[in-house]
């Protein structure tokens, strides 16, 4: 952190960043692959109507690993390395008391939100026993969402990474051992996650909570403070609402698809959002990368660095969005081959709903950034704004275009409401540099 060159700081921080999301997103990709290939359609779409529910948890781990995460580095920026320390401290309770809550909502609750979808037969069959594995597993993952962003703000993004990295190729190899090889279908998938996600978790751990660690942890410190937990919960809501919005709009997604389509509709919207969690995580990576960096300038009240470091992600986040946008677009059979197979059914309706719905799957990637940013300088309730807003715009649009474009109205909900979105979003951006600016004149 005591770089002064901004370029390689914010790389020290975002290339790790950037990897570990890269392994995620492509381990997603190939368990994607596994299930389409040797589960077929009713597998896929089984994935796809039980991930509103697993979404959830990752709405709770992620809200606590970057609300705690920020708040850590903004108390280090600001010299208050004893309040740091409390913060982390909150983290074991944080990740238990919504565990319960979810265990029992997963298990008790999983198999009529399925049907509520609209599922039936082998794709309901296949989302119950994916979800009954991880209603078991809950505390292990909330733990394996949030340590790695936690070490981030600890110096260690390399190390994060790596952990990471090894979680991710745990999880290749355990479900081509469970999918392929025992024939244990979704099961398989969510033992092979839970496992692999689990070893990540066990690693960081180690050191958030070891003498490497520059925040020093004492007793004191995991005492229960309402008020540093509300910081923390305030903090991360966006990444909350985020997810939540996520979960709430795959379940409208499969409602409508299953009404005005099938489990190939179903399926190949699965294979849509693979291809978009892989750029969502790209830019992700480079969001969390900046974060630790920004939210330290903007503690030592150094605007300036703070505003070049958001200029760096944004370029590489938005263009590399552009060239993978392309890349979908010219060669949209190459990507439907890996996930359909021999399945012709399959790679035709893959094909169209890349060509529909994901033309500009870039702006993603701003709003991702553009989100990062206001939580890293402590304005967290921006980012819920613009979470709201977009789960505001999608909806109707989800629900009015089928009455007058069929099933192609579905598809193209997506990019049309991320057009609209746009708008405002750039707007409330541009206002908080130029709020920065005025800081920067008065100073």
């Given at each position: 952190?005591?770089?002064?060159?901004?370029?390689?700081?914010?790389?020290?921080?975002?290339?790790?960043?950037?990897?570990?999301?890269?392994?995620?997103?492509?381990?997603?990709?190939?368990?994607?692959?596994?299930v389409g290939r040797y589960i077929g359609s009713d597998g896929l779409a089984a994935i796809n109507l039980?991930?509103?529910?697993?979404?959830?948890?990752?709405?709770?781990?992620?809200?606590?690993?970057?609300?705690?995460?920020?708040?850590?580095?903004?108390?280090?920026?600001?010299?208050?390395?004893?309040?740091?320390?409390?913060?982390?401290?909150?983290?074991?309770?944080?990740?238990?008391?919504?565990?319960?809550?979810?265990?029992?909502?997963?298990?008790?609750?999983?198999?009529?939100?399925?049907?509520?979808?609209?599922?039936?037969?082998?794709?309901?069959?296949?989302?119950?026993?994916?979800?009954?594995?991880?209603?078991?597993?809950?505390?292990?993952?909330?733990?394996?969402?949030?340590a790695p962003y936690l070490m981030r703000n600890l110096n260690a993004p390399r190390l994060a990474t790596?952990?990471?990295?090894?979680?991710?190729?745990?999880?290749?190899?355990?479900?081509?051992?469970?999918?392929?090889?025992?024939?244990?279908?979704?099961?398989?998938?969510?033992?092979?996650?839970?496992?692999?996600?689990?070893?990540?978790?066990?690693?960081?751990?180690?050191?958030?909570?070891?003498?490497?660690?520059?925040?020093?942890?004492?007793?004191?410190?995991?005492?229960?403070?309402?008020?540093?937990?509300?910081?923390?919960?305030?903090?991360?809501?966006?990444?909350?609402?985020?997810?939540?919005?996520?979960?709430?709009?795959?379940?409208?997604?499969?409602?409508?698809?299953?009404?005005?389509?099938?489990?190939?509709?179903?399926?190949?919207?699965?294979?849509?959002?693979?291809?978009?969690?892989?750029?969502?995580?790209?830019?992700?990576?480079?969001?969390?990368?900046?974060?630790?960096?920004?939210?330290?300038?903007?503690?030592?009240?150094?605007?300036?660095?703070?505003?070049?470091?958001?200029?760096?992600?944004?370029?590489?986040?938005?263009?590399?969005?552009?060239?993978?946008?392309?890349?979908?677009?010219?060669?949209?059979?190459?990507?439907?081959?890996?996930?359909?197979?021999?399945?012709?059914?399959?790679?035709?309706?893959?094909?169209?709903?890349?060509?529909?719905?994901?033309?500009?799957?870039?702006?993603?990637?701003?709003?991702?950034?553009?989100?990062?940013?206001?939580?890293?300088?402590?304005?967290?309730?921006?980012?819920?704004?613009?979470?709201?807003?977009?789960?505001?715009?999608?909806?109707?649009?989800?629900?009015?275009?089928?009455?007058?474009?069929?099933?192609?109205?579905?598809?193209?909900?997506?990019?049309?409401?991320?057009?609209?979105?746009?708008?405002?979003?750039?707007?409330?951006?541009?206002?908080?540099?130029?709020?920065?600016?005025?800081?920067?004149?008065?100073?």
């Amino acid at each position: 952190m005591q770089d002064k060159r901004i370029g390689a700081l914010f790389a020290r921080y975002a290339i790790p960043a950037l990897i570990a999301m890269l392994v995620s997103g492509t381990y997603q990709i190939i368990a994607g692959i596994f299930v389409g290939r040797y589960i077929g359609s009713d597998g896929l779409a089984a994935i796809n109507l039980a991930w509103p529910l697993v979404g959830v948890m990752l709405a709770v781990g992620l809200m606590i690993g970057i609300g705690i995460g920020s708040h850590v580095s903004l108390s280090r920026g600001a010299g208050e390395r004893d309040k740091a320390s409390a913060y982390i401290g909150q983290l074991p309770l944080l990740v238990m008391l919504p565990s319960l809550l979810l265990s029992a909502i997963l298990y008790f609750a999983g198999y009529q939100i399925l049907e509520f979808q609209g599922a039936t037969g082998k794709a309901l069959e296949y989302g119950y026993d994916f979800l009954k594995v991880i209603a078991f597993s809950t505390p292990l993952v909330l733990g394996s969402i949030a340590a790695p962003y936690l070490m981030r703000n600890l110096n260690a993004p390399r190390l994060a990474t790596t952990f990471m990295v090894i979680g991710a190729l745990m999880n290749i190899a355990l479900d081509y051992v469970f999918i392929v090889h025992f024939r244990m279908e979704l099961v398989g998938a969510a033992l092979a996650t839970v496992i692999a996600e689990s070893t990540a978790m066990v690693l960081a751990l180690f050191y958030i909570f070891s003498k490497r660690s520059p925040v020093r942890l004492r007793r004191q410190h995991f005492k229960f403070r309402s008020d540093l937990s509300w910081n923390i919960c305030k903090n991360g809501s966006s990444s909350l609402f985020m997810y939540l919005y996520l979960g709430a709009t795959i379940i409208a997604y499969n409602f409508m698809f299953l009404r005005y389509g099938g489990p190939i509709e179903v399926a190949a919207y699965a294979v849509t959002g693979y291809l978009l969690t892989f750029y969502y995580l790209l830019s992700e990576g480079l969001a969390h990368g900046m974060q630790p960096i920004v939210s330290r300038f903007y503690g030592e009240k150094n605007i300036v660095a703070a505003k070049q470091v958001l200029k760096l992600a944004m370029s590489f986040s938005v263009g590399g969005g552009v060239i993978f946008t392309a890349a979908l677009l010219l060669f949209p059979s190459l990507f439907a081959g890996f996930f359909a197979g021999d399945n012709e059914s399959l790679r035709q309706a893959i094909v169209h709903a890349i060509r529909i719905s994901l033309f500009v799957l870039f702006i993603q990637g701003f709003f991702v950034v553009a989100e990062a940013f206001f939580q890293s300088i402590g304005e967290g309730h921006k980012a819920l704004i613009i979470t709201i807003c977009n789960m505001v715009i999608q909806l109707p649009f989800l629900f009015i275009l089928p009455h007058y474009l069929d099933i192609n109205g579905i598809w193209l909900a997506m990019p049309i409401s991320a057009i609209v979105l746009m708008i405002p979003v750039v707007f409330l951006l541009m206002k908080q540099i130029r709020m920065l600016n005025q800081q920067i004149a008065a100073a």
